[in-house]
């Protein structure tokens, strides 16, 4: 601590009352811990790489991915036959069958169909979208064959995915343990397709979103000029815009009868509306024909294109023991490689959550029937449909919630970094995993107005949208602790909101803890968090392994809320520089392009927060505030 620092609390002690701001640097006060760190941890982040090179990099990480989910749906299921087979050797009557077979099946369509083998003797319950064409059921009965022979052995049996050149399906087979009985289960490999094109998008391997599907304009994000965005590389330069939208703030709201002219002369409907801020959509004007007519007649505040935004996953002590926690979910030990590289199983001694720290992710929507994420959710808001729940119908923030709060030591799944605490989903991108500047800053609004002490942004654009920065100013100037994603082109190229300095920047590593082949970097980087092939929830009940800087923000975002667990007393800044403070210095030492400061700390960052002692780091802050309570009380 700070000589000055010592000096106030003897002044207090002598009963002064000092007022004293005990500012921390980041930079002077990072936690560096090289001795610790991997020695093929690497100084330098990836190169600029060519388009192809690039392409064939992202290619790669796509498969790996898909070869992960594929393992984590094969083990999940695994354990849901094993338990079928051991529930089905307890039944003792004759012909009887489970009600717990449809039951999984209503939750888990994954699951098309469960056979009951007993002596010979077969029962089968199939889902409605249980159809094979010809071939397909050729393959499957052979399959079937070896399955069956596998439970007259009393062993386990997988078959191979299939048909090989698209697989859709495979065979899983486990034995009861009585006689020549067990369960065999026809499953639906479906989620592999959905992983890749999932992909394609969020390591923008394809133009995304699509020009014309929604009247989408692309523009340069340096000139502003249009652009044609013809493959994935493309979008590392382009900002997207509704082409027949605008976005225009009055210093002061318009009258009713301004209004109505407005609309009747550009021909539409009632704008939407946050505060001072209008969204207005013509069917007979462009962007360039709308700026100009408001710019002319009403002069706004600001006036800019409706940009969209895409898609870039109680307390417990006892610090003498500093032993890893080891939860017992099934896909924890085996897959879940991001979370002991950041210290989280040591950080579990100090804090495991609290459910009075709500944590919004502003996201697709999550899948609100999830098992891993029973009892975790809030009833949040739809930005896109609001009559409609926040449902996830692309999978990327149920997968951003899991990293952040599945529910953990449950035998189920995954385990999320906080045990304690509650997720408030807000869907701002539609069923494309794209939205607008007006859905992304109306999510932020809501969940700031209902609650959320911490924010994650898995999403972004090149474009720096006045709209929605002040919607970040919005929730900063409430004492929201704002994180985001920086991007997956490997560009320097600074994307927002995560460039906004009220909000956290979170770049990707990898496994060795090198900057991630595909992670955007630059001098607006704050921290690093694990981002290549994190295995986490998936909607439809299912698990899914993905990659990207949509996957190391929500890390961040789990760190700011376990801070604010510890110290709920902490200011947003005092969590972002205790989050910048604590880390694993990688890169050259201090902050860089590659690394920001460095890759997350869990623990160092909890144990500065003053988790089980005083918070030494920031505790003349903590003074401040207690004198200024007393000071406003005598006023």
Known sequence: MKRKSWALLALLAAGVIVLYTFASDPQQNSHSNNASRPETASTTGPKKLGNHQEHKLKQ????????????LARLD???????????????????????????????????????????????????????????????????LQYARKALQRKQSYESPSFPQDQPKYYVVAEPSGQGQSGMIAVMDMGILKRVEEHQDKNLRLIP???????????????????MTVKTGHDNEKASHYYENEIVVTFAEPPSTEELSRMTQELQCGQPKRIANTYIFRSETMDMKQLKHYFQTKWKPNYVEPHYLYMTNDNLSMNLTDESPVIPNDLLFSEYQWNLPVI???????????????????????????HPDLNGRLLEGYNAIEQEEEPYDDVGHGTHVAGIIAANVNNNEGIAGMMWGGKILPVKALDNTGAGTSYSVAEGIIWATDHGAKVINLSLGNYADAQFLHEAVKYAFDRDVVLIAATGNDNTERAGYPAAY???????????????????????????????????????DNQYAALSGTSMACPHVTALAALIRSVNPDLRNTEVMDLIRSNVIDLGPTGRDKDYGYGQIDVYAA??????????????????????????????
Do not use: C
């Open 60 to 71: 790669m990480m796509k498969q790996r991915d898909m070869t992960a989910t594929e393992r």
């Open 208 to 226: 995304y979103p699509k020009e014309g599907k929604y009247k989408v304009e692309s523009i340069h994000a340096d000139t502003l000029k249009d």
């Open 606 to 635: 909890l144990s500065a927060a003053g988790a089980g002692d005083s918070a030494l780091q920031l505790w003349p802050q903590a003074v401040q505030r207690k004198i200024n309570q007393i000071l406003d009380k005598h006023k």
């Open 77 to 143: 299921a695994k354990r849901h036959v094993r338990q079928l087979a051991e529930q089905y050797a307890a039944v003792r009557k004759s012909g009887e069958t489970p009600s717990y077979a449809r039951e999984l099946q209503k939750d888990h369509g994954q699951f098309l169909s469960i056979i009951w083998v007993k002596d010979g003797q077969e029962r089968e319950t199939k889902a409605a979208s249980y159809k094979l064409d010809q071939k397909e059921q050729k393959q499957l009965r052979g399959y």
């Open 501 to 539: 300095p009220e909000v956290l920047a979170v770049s990707a590593t990898d496994f060795q803890l090198q900057r991630a082949s595909f992670s955007n970097y630059g001098d607006y980087v704050d921290v690093m968090a694990p981002g290549e092939s994190i295995a986490s929830t998936y909607p």
């Open 343 to 369: 210290e989280t199983n040591r950080a579990w001694k100090l804090s495991k959550g609290s459910d009075d720290v709500i944590v919004a992710v502003v996201d697709t929507g999550v899948d609100l029937k």
